[in-house]
């Protein structure tokens, strides 16, 4: 079903029509919430209008200043000019830049209309606003929003009271117009605040306000309406699921492959059906009569202690498995399910159950038991190849320091030595032995050193095609075993062309060779003194060994043999056949030792033979 068939359900749905009426819902409580917003906004707007304050004092500083330019200008006995306060309220506005066109609030001192000073009132509203305070017998100022020629503003109108200075000096002025008492109206100051963009503003939150409520509200009410949905539709599906398996079950029970059984209070079976699996109905009649331990002996005992105990407590018992061989030799697992029969008075009669052939589980089981096995023993090797790379990184960090911090006391030991000795030299001084000595052991300290950094760092293989008998007839050439030991060559791959860095497969060699050597001498008594080196080539592999008749490995110790620093020597740094097997390795071979404690030591190297394309190129 497509997205437009499964929308039109929902909205068919109890769901979809809940969900409609919370969008109506939500809809009215986001207008609510948007004009309480807009109102408490305005409310807000009136509430905090300091602006008027400021005004005030900025129009007191405007008179004061004014009247002091007109005292002095006039004498101080002369009256002021009935336009004062007009005057001062021009003044104040051009001093605010404030005039028609622009967004700056505008303060005007208006009179009266009909006994105006100087500047009537500017509208209706204004002028109505006047002539109210002129009814009241103690005038309170009044805000309120208005549209002045077609602009929103805030207007605020204060009342101005006549006083007796102010009575004398206008009447005295205008005494051809009507004269003013003290504590008459005679006009009010405004202040009409633009509004425009502020109303703007305030709408613009107010909408954006009650637009993201709705949304929220809406979309809370489209996912609790959808998740109503599902776990309608989720129950309606688990009553049809329901529904279904019972009728499964039900067929289940009237087709099931299960064999059914009833045996008597002695235990002995006295029905048997569909165990035609277990041996077909020839079978089953062998069954019958007997009790389940002697048709099924192969168990034991323990697990029959069990299933007599429930006889004995009459308990139903469930999973009893037991098992059997078939006519064509193969064991077959079954599973026994039984509860003890009673009659009307409460007697017992025996038992009746079930039996399942579970041979094909119990397989699965095994070969799981395998798999696991398996999978236990790759694990376990991954994670000693991590504590192996761990350590690695370890040693070599530590091998740089070493042979960082090494070296250079090693250099000043050589320097001095050589000084010592030519100075020894030039003075008949015969210290050459222990010079020689020192010199021996700075090398051997330079080789340990030299040793561990190769070993961790690793180089790069050159690697090019060797023709594999030459090249060892070639390097065995150049060794010399210890006297005594005799070094035997048996080659026997003439045609064998092999990809290897020689330089790094020579120190292979001349370090297993002296290991070989080793061996030997360390073995007192020893009836043969002998290193052989074989090769041959099997298939797209060459091997070479090198055997000894030395003093062999004991048992506990070859598993270790090439874990990093490991050594049964009491000089050396234990990387020799590490590093053997690590260039090995980069080679993409392998290598074994054999070894019998008494016997000798034999060690099998494994490389790839160059291909045909390799030995073209």
């Known amino acids: 079903m497509g997205r437009i068939g499964r929308s039109n359900d929902f909205l068919r749905s109890r769901s979809g029509r809940g969900f409609v009426l919370s969008l109506g819902f939500s809809a009215v409580v986001s207008a609510v919430v948007a004009y309480g917003f807009y109102y408490s906004s305005l409310s807000w ?150 509004v425009t963009p502020f109303i703007r503003s305030a709408l613009l939150q ?86 389940l331990r002697e048709n099924f002996p192969s168990i034991g005992d323990e697990p029959w202690q069990s299933y007599g105990d429930d006889h004995r407590a009459r308990r139903p018992f469930q999973n009893f498995r037991v098992q059997t061989t078939d006519r064509n030799g193969e064991i077959r697992h079954f599973v026994l399910n039984g509860k003890p029969l009673f009659d009307a008075q409460g007697r017992y009669l025996g038992y009746r159950g079930t039996g399942r052939d579970v041979t094909a589980e119990v397989a699965v089981e095994l070969e799981l038991a395998r798999r696991v096995e398996e999978r236990t023993k790759e694990l376990r090797a991954a994670q000693s190849e991590l504590v192996r790379s761990e350590r690695l990184s370890a040693l070599g960090q530590l091998t740089a320091t070493v042979a960082h911090e090494l070296r250079n006391p090693l250099s000043a030991i050589r320097n001095t030595v050589f000084v010592i000795k030519d100075t020894a030299t030039k003075s008949g001084l015969s210290l050459e032995r222990p010079i020689t000595r020192v010199e021996r052991n700075i090398g051997r300290c330079d080789r340990i050193i030299t040793d561990l950094l190769d070993y961790t760092r690793m180089r790069e293989l050159n690697c090019m095609p060797v023709s594999a008998d030459p090249w ?20 026997a791959a003439p045609n064998c062309e092999i990809n290897c860095d020689s330089d790094r497969l020579r120190r292979v060699v001349i370090n297993l060779l002296e290991n070989a050597a080793q061996a030997i001498a360390d073995r007192n008594g020893a009836p043969e003194r002998r290193i052989t080196v074989r090769t041959r080539s099997s298939g797209p592999t060459f091997e070479f060994a090198i055997e000894d008749t030395g003093s062999g490995i004991p048992s506990d110790v070859l598993p270790k ?34 070894s019998e404690v008494g016997a000798g030591t034999r060690v099998v190297v494994r490389l790839p033979m160059s291909s045909a394309e390799e030995i073209a190129a």
């Open 45 to 194: 707007f009136k509430a905090h209008k300091s602006e008027e304050k400021i005004t005030a004092l900025q129009l007191v500083d405007a008179f004061v200043t004014n009247y002091s330019q007109l005292r002095s200008q006039l004498g101080s006995n002369a009256p002021v000019p009935a336009t004062f306060r007009a005057h001062s309220i021009e003044l104040f506005n051009k001093a605010r830049g404030a005039d028609q066109d622009n967004d700056f609030f505008r303060l005007r001192w208006v009179g009266r209309q009909g006994r105006e000073i100087a500047t009537p009132p500017t509208d209706a509203a204004m002028a109505q606003t006047i002539e109210s305070f002129a009814a009241m017998p103690s005038p309170k100022p009044v805000s309120k929003f208005l549209t002045v020629d077609g602009q929103s503003v805030f207007r605020t109108v204060y009342p101005s009271l006549a006083e007796k200075s102010c009575v004398d000096c206008h009447n005295k002025l205008q005494p051809d117009k009507t004269q003013w008492r003290v504590g008459d109206v005679m006009g009010a100051f405004a202040i009409d605040v633009p």
């Open 206 to 291: 107010c909408f954006g306000l009650g637009f993201a409520l709705f949304l929220a509200l809406g979309g809370a009410g489209l996912i609790i309406a959808i998740l109503n949905y599902r776990q309608a539709r989720e129950r309606e599906a688990a009553q049809v699921a329901v529904a279904a398996s019972e009728t499964r079950f039900r067929d289940f029970a009237e087709s099931a492959s299960d064999w059914f059984w009833e045996e008597d209070e002695t235990m002995r079976l006295t029905s048997l059906s569909g165990i035609e699996g277990a041996g077909g109905s020839a079978r089953q009649q062998r069954f019958l009569g007997k009790t």
């Open 472 to 491: 060892f007839r070639e390097v065995l050439a150049e060794q010399h075993p210890p006297e005594g030991i005799e070094l035997v060559c048996d080659l």
């Open 561 to 594: 043999v090439f874990e990093p620093l490991f050594s049964t020597k009491s000089f050396g740094t234990g990387l020799g056949l590490p590093m053997v097997k690590q260039i090995v390795e980069q080679h993409g071979g392998s290598i074994e030792i054999f």
